[in-house]
Every structure is written in C-alpha cells, then in structure tokens.
C-alpha cells in the first residue's frame, strides 16, 4: 500500500485542483512563509477525517474554502481526494458481527468534501459513505484517527506536552491496536443499544404481565368451565336420552291404556244402550198382544154371558111352555132352576164387581145386574103367552143353536185363554230375562263408572305427564344455554335400557350441582379470551425468546469486549516494551547517551485516590492506564520533561515518534517543520533516521531545512501567486532551497 496522489481542490490557500504525487518514499515541501505548506499537510487531515476544525486552524467548515482574492472568486466548496495503490488488496471494510471484507479495487481514493454551511461528505471509490465507514477503513491500514503520524507544525512536541491517557491513545494507535478500540467501541454501542433494548422488552412483558395474568386467570376458569361444560354434557346425554325414552314409554302406555278403556267404556255403553233397547221392545210387543188377547176373552165373555142369559130364557121359556101345557101358566117364574140360573148369574156378576177395582167397570157390570132383572120381567111376560107345542120345539131348536153357539164360543174362549197363559208365561219369562238383563245392565253400569274414573285418573296422569314434558324441553332449553346446542346429542346416547327413576334422580341432582356451579364462572366469550390470551403468551413468549436472546447476546458482547482488551492489553504491553528498546537506542543517538523509556501508569486511580474517592471498577482502571515518558539525558540529572530545553523536546519526541514509527510502521508520515528546533548536527542524524523510516513508511516533510531537503526524493515547491492563490511546482534542490528562503 502507498500514497498515490493528493488531490486539493477550492481548500484554504489552494484556489484550484493541486495534484501531489507521491512516487519516492521522501518527498518534501518547500516553500515561503505563507505560503500554503501547512495547508497540504492540513488537507491530508482533512481527508483522512480529521474532525477537530480547530486543528485545521479554523472556526467552522467554512473556513477551509477557498475565500477568493482580488482576482479569484471563493470556492464554493473545499474538496481533497487521496488516492492509495491497493493492488495487494490490504484495505479492508469493517462488518458488524461479519467477517471484514477486503476491497477489491487497485486503488482506492477517498475524497472529503465540504460546504460553506458546514456539511462533510466523504466519499469511497465514488461512492458517498459514512465517516465510520473512512475511519474503519483506515484503521485496517493502520491510519488511526489519532493522526499521531501527522505532525503539524509547532507540533513536535505534541506527545510531551499530550496527557498520559492521550499519550497512551497515540501508543495504542500506533500500535495499530486502534482497531480493537474500534471494535471495543462498537461493542459498547452494540451493548448499549442491546441493553436498552433489553430494558424496552423487559418493560413491555411487564406492562403485559398484569394482562397476561388477567387472560391467564380467565382461561383457567373458561377451562374449568369446559371441563364442567364437559360432564354436564355427558351426564345431560345420559339423563335427557333415559328421560325421553320414559317419556315416550309413559305416553305410550298411557295412549294405549287409554284407548282400550275408552273402546271398553264404547263397548260397555253399547252393551248397556242395546239391553235398554231389546228390554223396552219385548216390554210393549208382549204386552200388548196380552192386552188385545185379555180384551178378546173380555168381550168372550160378554158374548158369553149374553148366550147364557139367552140359554136360560130359552130354557125358562121351553119349561114355560112345557108346564103351561100340564099346568097352569101362573108357577113359571116360579121354576127353581130358572131362579137358580138367575141367581147364579147375578152371584156371578157380583163376584166379578168385587174384584174388580175399578169403577167405571164395576158400573158396567151392575148395569148388566139391572139388564138381567129386567129380563125376568119380559120373560115373566112371554111365559104367559106362549103356548103352543111347536113353539116349544121351536124353542128347543133355538136352544140348540144358542148351545151350538155356546159351544163354540167356549172353544174360542179356551183357546184364546191357553193363548193368554202361554202369553203370560212367555211374559214371565221374559220378565225373568229382563230381570237378567236389568242386573247385566247394572253391573255394565258399574263397569261404566269404573271405566270413567279410569279415564279420569288416565287425565290427571296426562297432565302430569304433560308437565313432564314441560320440564324435559325446559331443561334442554337451559343446558343449551350453558353447553350449546351439542346438548341435542343425546339422541345418539346409547342406553342399556334399564331406566330406573331413583337413578335418574339422581342424576338431576347432579345435573344442578354443576349448573349452578357453571352459572357462577360464568362461559361466555371464551373462545375469545383464549383467543386473545394465546395471541397475548405467544407475544410474551416472543419476547422472553427475545430477552433470552438478549441477554446470551450482552453475555457474548462481554466477552468479545474482554477478550478485546486483553488483547489490547498484551499487545500494549508488548509493543511498549518494544517501543523502549527503539526508543532508549534512538534518545541515546540524538544526544550521545542517556536513556528514555515509557512507563504505564494507573492515571484514573491516581486521580479518584486524590479526590479520595472509591474504585469501583477494576477493569475501567486497567484502561485508565497511561503513559509516562521518562528521561535521563546525559550527564543531566534533569528527569522532568518540563524542564528540557525546546531542541531537547523536539529531539525527545522525535525520537519516541520514530521509535514508535520503527516498533510498527505507519504507511507515512507526515512531518511539519518537525526540524524547526534542530541544530545542524542533529538535522543530520535527524536525516538519517527520516532515510531508516523511508524503508517502511512514506515521508512527507514540510521544511526550511537543507539538509532534510537534501534526504527528499521529490521536493515541490509552494508559492503564493499574483492572484493570491498556492501554487505547486516540482523543484530541484537547489530551487527549493532558493525557494525555502
Ligand atoms: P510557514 O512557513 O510560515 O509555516 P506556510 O507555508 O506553512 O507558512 P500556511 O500556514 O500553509 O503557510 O498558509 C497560510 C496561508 O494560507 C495564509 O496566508 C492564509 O491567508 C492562507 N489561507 C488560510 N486559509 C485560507 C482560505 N480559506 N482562503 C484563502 N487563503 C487562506
């Protein structure tokens, strides 16, 4: 790696794009006071990202633009680009937590540019990047931003007058171990920002928390109402399947218990409405054929009486005649048997009447009484006049007719009389069935009322049944409210059969323990909850992951910071201990004899020991290291650095800087004037050591001296042009020293 070029363009003094080139490893710049010398060492800063202005001898960005002349115009902008020869690839770029990358280019240039509002733009291989992104670059090639291998002017002294900690950084730089600063930096970023983001996580899982508790809480009781929810349903399948089929079992019983007393009650009123009716037939069929046959033997024996009374006129009549012919005509009402059958008559007509009840009857009989004396009198009558004996035969003629007649009225009579007993037995008879009939047809009554009461009963069991039924859709309405409609599943519960009511009493009984139970937790929204709750554990389960994850991460940052710095620490040391050795030679060199080396010293617990404070950390201390310079120049007994001469100084610095230079070579170094103080013997051994240090590194000396000149390879010489602008020109020696002058 080498300096290639420097590009300054529009920066302080140099008006216009100034290219040096850098192709001997001494160059030198010459030139008049004023000049612009130190303005190329300050854009060589510059673009290497120095970032104190002040530095730069300026107040604010502004001030290293081109402020124009009376002919030139200002610059609208300060820009200085360097270009290094990367063509064995050792610039590298600097990956957080990744392998650093080489770049791949043969040169890489790296340009600043700033505006009059104080805006910086760097710029890579044409590409605007950060300043991180420059200053980790250059670490890689061992340019620290400590810039201790850039030495302006009035600055050789620099490390002498630096505090130990500072001093300490420009070892540390030197060292190249700036890139395990680097690192330790990032780390402590990376840590920080993994700490806060560590508190971040930490105060949302615990502005969580409550919630998650809360949900927690909820679910559990949603759970334990599911697992009721659960054997509700099972013991619901069972009782709801047992109690239907009970249900149905009762109403079927009862529809056909029903039905067949009502066909029985249909049958027995039938049974009684058919008795009434054949009872109340026979009843007017039998007795009125009685009544007309009882009337026939009535008038029979009108017509028979008639016939009698006749007969026995006739037969008066006949005697009459008879003893009228023998007699005399006055004995015939005096004959005994016509008295006799007078009186048997009447005797019989009386006898009838007093039987008899009724009155109207009884009346026609003494009417008849009153027609049978009557008719003595008319045959008293006849008597007298009848007398001869052919009327006699005439009589006895009629008499047989009468008789004839009588006959076969008797027969008639007989007849009809055997009619009216078998009449009246068969009346009997049948009354005696009726009888029977009378008492089936009670007993049927009796059956009706039994029957009825039955219905009756049957009724208040449909009712209770009904109410039943009430209750069952009533408790499947309310154990759907608790577990949903999957209650209808009963249907499908397979039973044994075996129903038994103590058993599903039973059954209902633990049926409301877990109602009321589940009533009190309460199973609405649920799924939301769980919803909700698994949405708000699977966040804090993320950021417990994350937490986890942030810690082991914080634990390997610890680490990597520790072993960082015990990297720095033995390489720090070691590399001081080399610097002493080039150091001590160098001093000795400088001033024929006397020694110098750099000691570590603790400068925070010095300072916190003088404040009488507390050390709180040890390994803060062990970076609170510093560095001290000591010195024992020779035949001097004086040892403290304030107390050498201004050459002594330079001569001191120069020799730690060349010595630190030697232990681990910068690319270039730039010295301002470094010479300044030197006397003539000392510029010599001063030229000689700039030539030792051109083997490694690149020189860039800014002098008035001739001999440091004289070492260059290259020498420009600065001048101030007539329009007040820094102008460059590649100089011999002899030009330069006319020039210096
Ligand atoms: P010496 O030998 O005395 O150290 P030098 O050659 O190092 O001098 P410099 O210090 O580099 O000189 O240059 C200083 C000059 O640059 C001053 O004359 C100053 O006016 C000029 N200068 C500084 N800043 C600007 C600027 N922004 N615009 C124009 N000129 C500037």
Redesign the pocket.
């Known amino acids: 790696m080498r300096l290639q070029n420097l590009e300054i363009n529009g920066?302080?003094?140099?008006?216009k794009k100034t290219t040096l080139e850098f192709q001997n490893s001494i160059i030198s710049i010459v030139?008049?006071?004023?000049?612009?010398?130190?303005?190329?060492?300050?854009a060589l800063r510059f673009v290497l990202g120095e970032q104190s202005i002040k530095s730069m001898?300026?107040s604010s960005g502004?001030?290293?633009?081109?402020?124009?002349?009376k002919t030139l115009p200002?610059?609208s902008r300060?820009s200085v680009t360097i270009y290094f020869d990367n063509s064995d690839k050792v610039f590298k770029l600097f990956q957080e937590g990744k392998e650093n990358i080489n770049l791949n280019y043969d040169t890489i240039s790296i340009s600043r540019e700033v505006y009059p509002d104080g805006l910086n733009k760097y710029i890579l291989n044409g590409t605007e990047v950060r300043l991180k992104d420059i200053n980790n670059l250059l670490a890689s090639v061992n340019i620290g931003s400590s810039h201790h291998h850039i030495i302006s002017?009035g600055e050789a002294d620099r490390i002498l007058n630096a505090s130990s900690k500072d001093r300490r950084e420009m070892v540390e730089d030197a060292l190249g171990l700036k890139i395990y600063q680097y690192k330790i930096k990032e780390a402590g970023r990376k840590l920080e920002r993994t700490t806060n983001n560590m508190k971040e996580v930490s105060l949302l899982r615990r502005e969580n928390a409550p919630h998650l508790n809360f949900l927690k809480k909820q679910v559990d009781k949603f759970e334990k109402a599911k697992e009721m929810q659960v054997s509700l349903l099972s013991l619901y399948k069972e009782y709801l399947k047992k109690e239907s089929i009970y249900l149905n079992k009762e109403k079927s019983n009862l529809f056909n218990e029903k039905s067949r007393i009502e066909e029985e009650l249909e049958n027995v009123k039938h049974k009684i409405s058919s008795i009434d009716e054949v009872n109340e037939k026979k009843e007017s069929e039998k007795e009125k054929e009685l009544k007309i046959l009882e009337e026939k033997i009535h008038g029979i024996r009108s017509v028979k009486n008639e016939i009698e009374r006749k007969l026995g006129r006739m037969e008066g009549m006949i005697e009459m005649e008879e003893r009228r012919k023998e007699q005399t005509p006055e004995i015939i009402i005096k004959n005994p048997e016509e008295i006799k059958a007078i009186f048997e008559e009447i005797n019989s007509e009386i006898e009838e009447a007093m039987i008899e009840e009724n009155i109207a009857e009884i009346k026609i009989i003494l009417l008849r009484i009153k027609e049978i004396l009557n008719n003595v009198d008319q045959h008293k009558s006849v008597m007298e006049h009848s007398s001869s004996n052919s009327e006699v035969e005439e009589l006895r003629k009629n008499q047989q007719k009468i008789l004839d007649e009588m006959k076969k009225i008797e027969d008639e009579e007989k007849n009809i009389f055997e009619k009216v007993v078998d009449l009246k037995s068969e009346i009997n008879k049948e009354n005696e069935a009726l009888h029977l009939k009378e008492k089936e047809k009670f007993n049927y009554r009796v059956k009706h009322q039994e029957l009825t009461s039955s219905l009756n009963l049957i009724s208040v069991r449909e009712e209770g049944l009904k109410r039943e039924e009430e209750t069952f859709e009533n408790e499947i309405k309310e154990g759907g409210a608790l577990i949903g409609g999957e209650i209808l599943s009963y249907k499908n519960f397979e039973t044994d059969g075996e129903i038994n009511r103590n058993n599903q009493e039973e059954l209902k009984r633990k049926i409301e323990r877990i109602k009321i139970k589940l009533e009190d937790v309460g199973s609405s929204g649920g799924s939301e909850i769980i919803k909700e709750f698994e949405e708000v554990s699977q966040r804090d389960n993320f950021l417990a992951k994350e937490m986890e994850d942030l810690t082991k991460s914080i634990e390997s940052l610890h680490a990597l910071m520790a072993d960082l710095k015990e990297k720095i620490d033995i390489e720090f040391k070691e590399g001081v201990k080399k610097i002493n050795v080039e150091f001590t030679n160098l001093f000795s060199l400088m001033f024929g004899g006397g020694s110098a080396h750099l000691s570590l010293v603790t400068e925070n617990k010095r300072r916190k020991g003088e404040e009488g404070g507390e050390v709180e950390d040890e390994e803060e201390i062990a970076f609170e290291q510093g560095i001290e310079i000591n010195v024992s120049l020779p035949h001097k007994k004086v040892k403290e650095l304030n107390a050498l001469s201004g050459g002594e100084r330079s001569l001191t610095s120069i020799a730690l800087l060349f010595a630190m230079s030697q232990v681990n070579p910068p690319p270039f170094l730039v010295l301002?004037?470094t010479d300044a103080a030197l006397d003539e013997a000392n510029s010599r051994k001063y030229g000689d050591m700039l030539e030792k240090l051109s083997n490694h590194s690149q020189l860039i000396v800014?002098t008035?001296n001739r001999e440091t000149m004289s070492r260059a390879g290259i020498l420009y010489g600065?001048t101030?042009g007539s329009d007040?602008?820094?102008k460059l020109l590649s100089v011999k020696l002899d030009d330069a020293v006319a020039i210096a002058k």
Do not use: T, Y
């Open positions: 920066f302080k003094s140099f008006s030139g008049p006071n004023g000049s612009g010398k130190s303005n190329v060492v300050e001898r300026g502004s001030d290293l633009i081109f402020k124009g002349s200002k610059s300060a002017q301002d004037e800014v008035h600065v101030v007040g602008a820094s």
